[in-house]
């Protein structure tokens, strides 16, 4: 409903650690069509093209299982306990549905030039959005222009898990990514703001050069 599609396929999903050897886990996929000239992606794409970021609620659906290692079996933490960091229980903060960006995408279409999008899943940020660069381009992701939620912090101090490691597998604050020409930015931004969404603009496409991958993540996040 939030989404409003209609689920008519899904996929499996693997939970190592979690289920059963008998037990299964179903997960459901959107199908939909498009006309060929409204069909976004990599060839859209131009030098100087701004990137801009939609923060994600929270660890969203993806690194449940470092999650769990980390917090619950390394640290021993109860999903009752209060965590101070987060403001409530381990438990409630790992259960904050992942925030659904359908409809916020639609509306950015309807009012400006768009690009690309990225969905940040499974992989990080900087492997999802590599996805949709063009060979001969490069996406750069300033992290200084944004703050993690406490939550990405807490896993990484806790497991003593390493930047580089924790970009690969959580969100780090960033659920959705637009790729927008600069002279749509302003109009992008205002559009998620009066949907109520947080965004900001977060680095910007250039010219592959010497660059290896189709993005990367620079700088330091901001505290």
Same mark, same amino acid.
């Given at each position: 409903?939030l989404?409003?599609?209609a ?7 693997e ?6 050897e008998?037990?299964f886990d ?7 069509v498009?006309?060929?000239?409204r069909?976004l992606?990599a060839?859209? =794409? ?5 990137? @801009?970021?939609?923060a +994600?609620?929270g ?6 299982? !470092? #999650?769990?290692?980390?917090l619950l079996?390394q ?12 403001g409530?229980?381990?438990?409630e ?5 992942t925030k659904?960006?359908s409809?916020?995408?639609l509306a950015l ?5 768009v690009h690309a999008?990225?969905?940040?899943t ?5 492997a999802?959005?590599?996805?949709? =660069?063009p060979?001969?381009?490069?996406? @750069?992701?300033d992290? +200084?222009?944004?703050?993690p939620?406490?939550i990405f912090? !807490? #896993? ?5 898990v390493?930047?580089?490691?924790l970009?690969?597998?959580?969100n780090?604050?960033v659920g959705?990514?637009?790729i927008v020409p600069?002279?749509?930015?302003d109009?992008a931004?205002?559009?998620?703001a009066?949907?109520g969404?947080?965004?900001w603009?977060a ?9 290896t ?11």
């Amino acid at each position: 409903m939030l989404a409003g599609c209609a689920l008519v396929g899904g996929e499996t999903a693997e939970h190592p650690g979690l289920l059963g050897e008998d037990d299964f886990d179903v997960a459901g996929a959107g199908t939909g069509v498009v006309e060929a000239d409204r069909l976004l992606g990599a060839d859209r =794409i131009r030098t100087g093209d701004a990137v @801009i970021a939609m923060a +994600s609620s929270g660890l969203h659906s993806n690194g449940y299982s !470092l #999650v769990r290692h980390v917090l619950l079996n390394q640290a021993g933490l109860a999903l009752d306990a209060h965590i101070e960091e987060l403001g409530r229980t381990l438990g409630e903060e790992l259960l904050e549905p992942t925030k659904i960006y359908s409809l916020d995408c639609l509306a950015l279409m309807r009012t400006t030039e768009v690009h690309a999008f990225s969905h940040i899943t499974g992989g990080g940020l900087a492997a999802n959005l590599a996805r949709v =660069i063009p060979d001969d381009l490069h996406a @750069i992701v300033d992290r +200084s222009t944004w703050t993690p939620a406490p939550i990405f912090d !807490l #896993v990484g101090k806790t497991g003593q898990v390493e930047r580089l490691e924790l970009e690969k597998t959580l969100n780090m604050g960033v659920g959705m990514i637009a790729i927008v020409p600069q002279e749509s930015v302003d109009v992008a931004l205002a559009t998620l703001a009066d949907r109520g969404v947080d965004a900001w603009v977060a680095g910007e496409i250039t010219d592959r050069g010497e660059h290896t991958g189709g993005a990367a993540l620079i700088g330091d996040y901001a505290s």
